[in-house]
């Protein structure tokens, strides 16, 4: 469908007694007498109070990730948060495009290629989207930074960053064991133990099993199911009070993610050989062969040591090494036409980074600064065959199986296709500082915000395809942040800040000239409002931005090889405005309500094409919905002799939106309602050990919605649409001892 649909909500509050429900990224359904509780955040390198941090950031902290079932980025596709958007990258499930505020990554496949959202996991940059399918078993909370990060976060955070921190031993016995089942087969189960202390050490052991199988049936026998997987994720963390003022910490994860890809359907046949599949279909056209899942292992090794030199100073040190391995498999089945393309690659990438954090406090003033590197390693070997005999070139019928694959080109060259060997190298250092004065002035309500970061790139690429091809690049920046807030009163402030940042250049390894391009620089201005009310039972936040792109990263399709993409820095600024609102509520200790809504209006002018003579080209901003919304409920029954039972409810909606940024395009506006019942608190033998059931429900409406979409060729020979998962339910058993 192509209309927006977020209006229907508005019949839904009625529905509940008037009541308008939380975002679920706000995630502060404690249920207290009180109020809300406090939401406690490291947006800049220090614990702070949300309210009290002059930055938009959505928090989904750890009682909303269990009720989400959030263990991966995968798990947040349904928009629980307005301005974030995630989507599946192509046909590999596992590796995510992440947007925020309309900034996402062109094509995050490409290993000398950047991403627009930054990804940090307990303070650990992760170098490529294809390690976002690791698996996330024990996570104390989600901070999605909205806007601009350059200064305190670095390179590749334009569009804004994600920090993931994951919950520290305990130093005391515990055992939580979670189960899960639901519809296609899904099985879940995630296991959490503490160890006692020993020798001042505390450990704690995080391990995490999921699959499920495809419900989009390949008729080929013997080979994968669209859209199945299989999951496997553990982390050891370790932490060591070495003396009163020195902690270290230590964490190893390994994650391996088996995914057969998305299934795409026609929504445009231009050339009539499938005709149109404009409904979700549970079946593949033609029988696929072969269909491989794609497999991703990422590992990595995290040390940590934070030392007190006094009550005013402190140091922290960030030593990581991480590694990724992605087999890539994926068919297309007939939706680019010409030859049944089946796209295999191997990509490896090893990273290294080093931060040290110097952070402080002085009379007024408190201050971070910071010493950054980042080295990281990348190897992808990718081979095109082709699977499908469109036009009966191998005498076994139009549309006939080729068996075995091969790489030669049955429409266009003639010739064998050689295989495509990219070899990306990138070394960054910076140094970062930021302080925030508290003047004695205006009842010491002002407090004004200076900060810097000079940034050193080098990149480097070969490709090894029908030549060779070497690119080598060196550049400097300097990001900027300035800002003032002012506490009106103790539960009312408001802030305006200007921030920059930028995203690294490099290299497009699909273009035919191997020629580079420069940084990406985006300016923001942004107006935030922060409040309490109704005695801490209300929290009501709002920002409101005015964002500039220069020197954007735009692609053109080759008009000779319409494989091919080049990538140059418009000429032309391109402008984002916009406006988000949360609101949180609890009117009485049961209730936990309110509402969160994303507004941006996007101005993409039109960019001379280098290709075509200066040609002006239309271009899309992508994954930015003029409007988006998410609302929730969290109600909680009165107790009952053997536990206490709770239901929630959450519904998003999303304005049609471009899915990408050229080529014909294929709209669509949804909402999605998903469920869940949950009786916790049921006693057994132990007086510490609990129980927790809960039945739920996603997509409760089997709503039929797109989650990504691309056109084959410009002018278009094809629109190929995926769609999301059909309603799913199931029933987790938690056991708590």
């Not at 976060?153 to 189960?179: M, Y």
């Not at 270290?248 to 890809?261: E, H, I, P």
């Not at 925030?436 to 002035?441: K, Q, R």
């Amino acid at each position: 469908m192509n209309r927006f649909q977020f209006a229907k909500t508005a019949m839904l509050p009625a529905l509940i007694s008037g009541v308008i429900s939380a975002e679920k990224c706000l995630a502060e359904a404690v249920y207290d007498q009180e109020g809300l509780n406090e939401i406690v955040v490291t947006a800049q390198k220090r614990q702070q109070s949300l309210q009290d941090t002059p930055i938009a950031i959505s928090v989904i902290e750890s009682e909303q990730l269990d009720i989400l079932g959030i263990n991966d980025f995968a798990g947040m596709t349904d928009g629980i948060i307005p301005s974030l958007h995630v989507v599946p990258f192509g046909s590999t499930p596992s590796n995510v495009v992440l947007s925020i505020r309309g900034n996402a990554a062109r094509d995050p496949g490409e290993i000398s290629r950047e991403g627009s959202v930054a990804v940090y996991l307990d303070g650990v940059y992760i170098g490529r989207s294809h390690g976002l399918g690791l698996q996330l078993p024990d996570l104390e909370r989600i901070e999605v930074l909205r806007g601009p990060q350059g200064t305190l976060f670095g390179r590749n955070a334009i569009g804004g960053a994600v920090s993931i921190v994951s919950k520290k031993p305990t130093g005391e016995f515990g055992l939580k064991q979670s189960i899960g089942m639901g519809r296609f087969d899904e099985l879940r189960s995630v296991t959490r133990i503490n160890f006692d202390e020993v020798a001042g050490v505390r450990a704690k052991l995080d391990y995490l099993h999921s699959e499920r199988d495809g419900w989009v049936d390949n008729t080929a026998p013997g080979e994968a199911d669209y859209n199945q997987y299989e999951k496997d994720g553990g982390r050891l963390s370790l932490l060591w009070d070495a003396s009163e003022s020195v902690s270290v910490g230590y964490s190893y994860d390994k994650s391996k993610v088996s995914t057969a890809q998305n299934y795409y359907q026609f929504y445009k046949d231009y050339l009539g050989s499938f005709g149109e599949e404009r409904d979700r279909l549970s079946q593949t056209r033609l029988p696929v062969t072969p269909l491989d899942p794609t497999i991703v292992e990422t590992s990595g090794h995290s040390f940590i040591v934070n030392w007190e030199l006094s009550e005013k100073i402190s140091v922290k040190s960030i030593s990581a090494h991480r590694k990724l391995n992605e087999d890539a498999n994926n068919n297309y089945a007939g939706i680019l036409y010409y030859n049944g393309l089946n796209d295999a690659s191997v990509m490896d990438q090893e990273q290294l980074t080093q931060e040290f954090q110097f952070i402080g406090t002085h009379e007024r003033l408190n201050w971070v600064a910071g010493i950054y590197y980042f080295k990281e390693d990348a190897h992808k070997n990718l081979q095109d065959s082709f699977t499908l005999d469109i036009f009966d070139k191998f005498g076994g019928g139009v549309l006939s199986t080729i068996s075995p694959p091969t790489t030669f080109d049955i429409l266009q060259t003639q010739t064998y296709l050689p295989a495509k060997i990219v070899d990306a190298d990138a070394r960054s250092w910076a140094a970062y500082g930021q302080f925030s004065w508290n003047p004695e002035i205006l009842s010491d309500r002002l407090f004004i915000t200076l900060g810097g970061r000079h940034t050193d790139d080098k990149k480097a690429a070969t490709r090894q395809e029908v030549a060779f091809n070497k690119f080598d690049q060196k550049s400097d920046n300097f990001d900027t942040t300035a800002g003032v807030a002012f506490h009106i009163n103790d539960d009312l402030s408001t802030y305006l800040k200007w921030t920059t940042a930028y995203k690294a250049g490099g290299v497009n390894s699909r273009s035919t000239s191997f020629a580079g391009f420069e940084e990406e620089v985006v300016k923001t201005l942004e107006l935030g409002l922060k409040s309490e009310f109704w005695q801490r039972r209300g929290r009501f936040n709002l920002a409101v931005f005015n964002t500039d792109y220069e020197d954007m990263q735009l692609d053109f399709i080759d008009p000779e090889k319409i494989t091919c993409l080049e990538t140059i820095n418009a000429q032309k600024t391109v402008k984002v405005n916009g406006a988000e609102i949360d609101l949180s509520l609890t009117p009485i200790a049961a209730v936990q309500i309110g509402f969160s809504y994303s507004y941006l209006d996007t101005d993409m002018p039109l960019q001379p094409n280098p290709l075509a003579g200066g040609a002006l080209k239309e271009f899309f901003i992508p994954l930015a919905p003029k409007h988006a919304g998410a609302m929730t409920i969290d109600y909680q029954f009165s107790p009952l002799q053997f536990g206490q039972l709770s239901a929630h409810l959450d519904m998003t909606s999303t304005d049609k939106y471009s899915y990408a940024p050229f080529g014909e395009q294929r709209f669509d506006a949804y909402t999605i309602l998903d469920a869940r019942i949950t009786l916790a608190g049921i006693k057994l033998g132990r007086e510490s050990s609990t129980l927790r059931a809960s039945i739920w429900a996603k997509n409760l409406a089997d709503e039929e919605y797109i989650i990504n979409t691309f056109a084959a060729g410009d002018p278009a020979v094809s629109i190929g649409q995926t769609f999301g998962d059909p309603r799913t339910f199931g029933l987790d058993i938690n056991l708590d001892l």
